[in-house]
């Protein structure tokens, strides 16, 4: 059975910095990639970041990149969204979600639609407030 569950959501003061953490079971970790998305009161999911465990490859929404870093340890079948300079807009709960790669997957084409993917945790809040 495929499971993810995320943690390090916290709240933190515009400008600060948070680690959330995506572990992963049940799947062969560099078969699959992990999207972030995240979801704020009244408004859609929207894609955060994305990373293809086999190759490393990440894609990241515009609002942010530069900001924004995605990385995965194979050892620990966990996935990592390192966020910087954040900002009140940021404030959502954030989920991760993994996708079987297959055929022609790419995190830039397939990874930035959530429908894609199968698999779900259940979220971490992420509040950005003074």
């Known amino acids: 059975e495929v499971q993810l569950v995320e943690s390090g959501g916290d709240t933190v003061p515009p400008g600060g910095s948070l680690r959330l953490a995506c572990t992963t079971s049940?799947?062969?970790?560099?078969?699959?990639?992990v999207g972030w998305f995240r979801q704020a009161p009244g408004k859609e999911r929207e894609v955060v970041a994305c990373?293809?465990?086999?190759?490393?490859?990440?894609y990241f929404a515009d609002s942010v990149r530069g900001r924004f870093a995605i990385s995965g340890d194979n050892f620990k079948n966990t996935v990592y969204l390192q966020m910087n300079y954040l900002k009140p807009e940021d404030t959502a709960v954030y989920y991760c979600a993994a996708s079987q790669m297959i055929a022609m997957w790419r995190c830039n084409s397939y990874g930035r639609t959530a429908s894609r993917y199968g698999s779900w945790g259940q979220g971490t809040l992420v509040t950005v407030a003074s």
């Open positions: 049940g799947f062969t970790f560099d078969e699959y990639a």
């Open positions: 990373i293809s465990n086999n190759d490393g490859s990440t």
